[in-house]
């Protein structure tokens, strides 16, 4: 059974800096693709970022790009998201996603097609 499980999530202020990280368990890191969607207070999960199999493919949601960067590393079993000058309508829970694929180019950006989910860490950003 796949376990994932996400840290880096704090407090920071406007145009901050913070790494998530996802840890991913139980099953070969290698043949998921990642995922990082976000919830804020009363609203639906979000895409936020993705990544294939093939590290060299990846998505971003418009609100982010240029500021986020998603990566993964075979060596530590873990997706991470980077994100710079963060702002505001940043702040969320941000969830980790897994799914398998044979595709080494896949890409997801619906929730529906992740069967793996973390528990969600909470980012607020303060003006």
């Known amino acids: 059974q796949v376990q994932l499980v996400e840290s880096g999530g704090g407090q920071v202020q406007a145009g901050g800096s913070l790494t998530l990280s996802c840890e991913l368990s139980g099953r070969t890191f290698s043949l998921y693709v990642m995922g990082w969607f976000r919830q804020a207070p009363g609203k639906e999960r979000a895409f936020v970022a993705a990544i294939a199999t093939n590290e060299d493919y990846s998505a971003y949601a418009d609100s982010v790009k240029g500021r986020f960067t998603i990566s993964r590393s075979v060596t530590k079993n873990a997706s991470f998201l980077i994100m710079n000058n963060l702002k505001p309508e940043d702040t969320a829970v941000y969830y980790c996603?897994?799914?398998?694929?044979?595709?080494?180019?896949?890409?997801?950006?619906?929730?529906?097609?992740?069967?793996?989910w973390g528990p969600g860490t909470q980012v607020t950003v303060s003006s």
């Open positions: 996603a897994a799914e398998q694929s044979f595709y080494r180019t896949a890409i997801y950006r619906n929730a529906g097609e992740y069967d793996y």
